[in-house]
């Protein structure tokens, strides 16, 4: 069992995947942090510093007690969260998109680089060592 559970695990295939999963967070991340630090200040600034997040409909107000401590919490649908979101799908998308459109185009330009000329085939190599061998 652990033979083949070695085998399993020494494939390809799930290499490619352990690699794959471990590159796509490390690029999550790099791209949350240029979707939270660089772009959202700039979709603020031209949104007049609003802060979505602070955008909500109260459904029902919190109660407090007399002492200051919380008996219900604040009931609220929080929309402007919900915009922020999407807002960061979009960017997330759009630079995901530049990124695999980069790499398509190196990858293509690697591809229609001009091949190594054909040296000699098998049976020319093997009649030319026949044809030394005779001499």
Do not use: C, H
């Amino acid at each position: 069992m652990f033979k083949e559970f070695k085998e399993f695990i020494m494939t390809g295939n799930v290499v490619d995947l352990a690699v794959a999963v471990i590159m796509a967070g490390a690029i999550g991340a790099v791209v949350k942090g240029f979707v939270s630090n660089i772009v959202m200040p700039v979709v603020g600034y031209f949104t007049g510093g609003t802060d979505f997040n602070d955008k909500k409909i109260i459904l029902s107000e919190a109660v407090v007690d007399a002492t200051g401590k919380v008996v219900t919490p604040e009931n609220a649908i929080m929309w402007g969260s919900w915009i922020n979101t999407i807002v960061n799908l979009i960017i997330v998308g759009f630079v995901m998109f530049m990124i695999v459109k980069a790499y398509n185009k190196v990858r293509k330009k690697k591809e229609e680089a001009p091949a190594a000329p054909a040296g000699p085939s098998q049976e020319e190599l093997l009649a030319e060592i026949r044809d030394l061998l005779k001499k």
